[in-house]
T-cell receptor, first 112, second 109 residues
Framework: DADVTQTPRNRITKTGKRIMLECSQTKGHDRMYWYRQDPGLGLQLIYYSFDVKDINKGEISDGYSVSRQAQAKFSLSLESAIPNQTALYFC???????????FGPGTRLLVL | GQNIDQPTEMTATEGAIVQINCTYQTSGFNGLFWYQQHAGEAPTFLSYNVLDGLEEKGRFSSFLSRSKGYSYLLLKELQMKDSASYLCAVTSNDYKLSFGAGTTVTVRA
């Protein structure tokens, strides 16, 4: 079983809709992250959480919100989706040497 | 903040060696990572350097010079499955990662 899972894996939605992307992990890590990736660009940090009571904005948090329901679960919401939020979204956890990050399989989101 | 530069693309022949360079400027440095990412898939961890020098892991090696803000990833005995994007990432004192845009390596037969 994968250590970091994301649901859904693919999603098509319309402009203005609210959607939630979910992430679960079995690695026992306290730290979790949400990134988006666009073609030709590096991974950009949206939000991160160092424990259940800690939520922090990343580089590109506008238009997004998160919820850390438990140590193992970290959800990303798009309150009102817009086409330029079309991207590949990754969840990650970190732990061990240097706080190495381990990524989920990604969610491919298309906003029409 | 972080400024991370790496070449956009590299091409090499199966069985050859390729070196991917990464330079960075950072306000606080706590280590450098290399990740491999196949198209449409998740990045997977390759290496972590926090001290100067070379770390070797099988066919892959990673080098760091903190004074020069420089790292490289060396891929030896290239195989077709090594065709992927290679991401250089720098971590600061708060352990957040900042990623370069990635280097796409194409291995030709």
């Amino acid at each position: 079983d994968a250590d970091v899972t994301q649901t859904p894996r693919n999603r098509i939605t319309k402009t203005g809709k609210r959607i939630m992307l979910e992430c679960s992990q079995t690695k026992g890590h306290d730290r979790m992250y949400w990134y988006r990736q666009d073609p030709g660009l590096g991974l950009q940090l949206i939000y991160y959480s160092f424990d259940v009571k800690d939520i922090n904005k990343g580089e590109i948090s506008d238009g997004y919100s998160v919820s850390r329901q438990a140590q193992a679960k970290f959800s990303l919401s798009l309150e009102s989706a817009i086409p330029n939020q079309t991207a590949l979204y990754f969840c990650a956890t970190s732990g061990g040497e240097g706080e190495t990050q381990y990524f989920g399989p990604g969610t491919r989101l298309l906003v029409l | 903040g972080q400024n991370i530069d790496q070449p956009t693309e590299m091409t090499a022949t199966e069985g050859a060696i390729v070196q991917i360079n990464c330079t960075y400027q950072t306000s606080g440095f706590n280590g450098l990572f290399w990740y491999q990412q196949h198209a449409g898939e998740a990045p997977t961890f390759l290496s972590y350097n926090v001290l100067d020098g070379l770390e070797e892991k099988g066919r892959f090696s990673s080098f760091l010079s903190r004074s020069k803000g420089y790292s490289y990833l060396l891929l030896k005995e290239l195989q077709m499955k090594d065709s992927a994007s290679y991401l250089c990432a720098v971590t600061s004192n708060d352990y957040k990662l900042s990623f370069g845009a990635g280097t796409t390596v194409t291995v030709r037969a």
